[in-house]
């Protein structure tokens, strides 16, 4: 059971590169959701999703971009990627509690990217 | 939105002392207090929650406290060893479902 997989590790980019960032989970979770990481900042909120085909937008979703066609795999795309958005990024998941109450989010170790 | 507020930022402790961490928070509809421990190079992982119900829930040596009038919660970390060297996030619901708002976290360093 590997839980939440983030791929790559570590990235570097040149200003207006695009890539994405790959987040997969393995267990069965509906809810995923990504977060970026910045010094003195705490973790804040990009995107998220309830389910296959459902995606919202969290605290900070400019410059990226989202789709969830399968359950297990959540996909961050940057499409012009600027020095703003060197940061750590988390992907997380967590499942329906059969009460409806907050279940705990499952973190991924992250994706450590330098816009250059 | 949701603001939280997360004090002190920085904590030094000697093993075996006493650790306390305090957050606070805006929305008086959140019902869900969870704290997040991230050790260098891993992501955040869940250590204790507590839900708006509950004064107190402990867990061996962490122990969370829930102040619903005053809108604060704390983090109480009993008989501190090495390994309790981390970062420390406190949370409450964001606006969307199984999403948080994250304090800006605060980093403990128990020395031996």
């Known amino acids: 059971n590997a839980g939440v997989t983030q791929t790559p590790k570590f990235q570097v980019l040149k200003t207006g590169q695009s890539m994405t960032l790959q987040c997969a989970q393995d267990?069965?979770?509906?809810?995923m959701s990504w977060y970026r990481q910045d010094p003195g900042m705490g973790l804040r909120l990009i995107h998220y999703?309830?389910?296959?085909?459902?995606?919202d937008q969290g605290e900070v979703p400019n410059g990226y971009n989202v789709s969830r066609s399968t359950t297990e795999d959540f996909p961050l795309r940057l499409l012009s990627a600027a020095p703003s958005q060197t940061s750590v990024y988390f992907c997380a998941s967590s499942y329906i509690a059969p009460t409806g109450q907050d279940s705990p989010l499952h973190f991924g170790n992250g994706t450590r990217l330098t816009v250059t | 939105g949701e603001n939280v507020e997360q004090h002190p930022s920085t904590l030094s402790v000697q093993e075996g002392d006493s650790a306390v961490i305090k957050c606070t928070y805006s929305?008086?509809?959140?019902?869900?207090f969870p704290w997040y421990k991230q050790e260098l190079g891993k992501g955040p992982q869940l250590i204790i929650d507590i839900r708006s119900n509950v004064g107190e829930k402990k867990d061996q040596r962490i122990a969370v406290t829930l102040n619903k009038t005053a809108k604060h919660f704390s983090l109480h970390i009993t008989e501190t060893q090495p390994e309790d060297s981390a970062v420390y996030f406190c949370?409450?619901?964001?606006?969307?479902?199984?999403?948080?708002?994250f304090g800006k976290g605060t980093m403990l360093l128990v020395s031996p």
């Open positions: 929305d008086s509809a959140s019902n869900y």
């Open positions: 949370a409450v619901p964001a606006r969307g479902y199984s999403t948080l708002t």
């Open positions: 999703s309830v389910g296959a085909g459902i995606t």
């Open positions: 267990m069965n979770h509906e809810y």
